[in-house]
């Protein structure tokens, strides 16, 4: 199976279905997740999760 099969299946989702809203909420949260995952071992930490 390929690496990035979930993302080109998700973007052709985004272009049949004309789902463009989901594009930004996705992109979010992923960002929203590597910041989380970087930040756990970082100085940032304690400012971070306050902010939840």
Request: charged share 15%; no cysteine; hydrophobic share 65%.
């Given at each position: 199976?390929?690496?990035?099969s979930?993302?080109?299946e998700?973007?052709?989702?985004?272009?049949?279905?004309?789902?463009?809203?989901?594009?930004?909420?996705?992109?979010?949260?992923?960002?929203?997740?590597?910041?989380?995952?970087?930040?756990?071992?970082s100085?940032?930490?304690?400012?971070?999760?306050?902010?939840?």
């Open positions: 199976m390929n690496r990035f979930i993302i080109k998700f973007w052709q989702f985004l272009r049949e279905r004309k789902r463009w809203w989901l594009a930004p909420i996705v992109i979010f949260l992923l960002l929203l997740g590597v910041l989380l995952v970087f930040a756990k071992g100085a940032l930490a304690p400012f971070i999760y306050s902010l939840f």
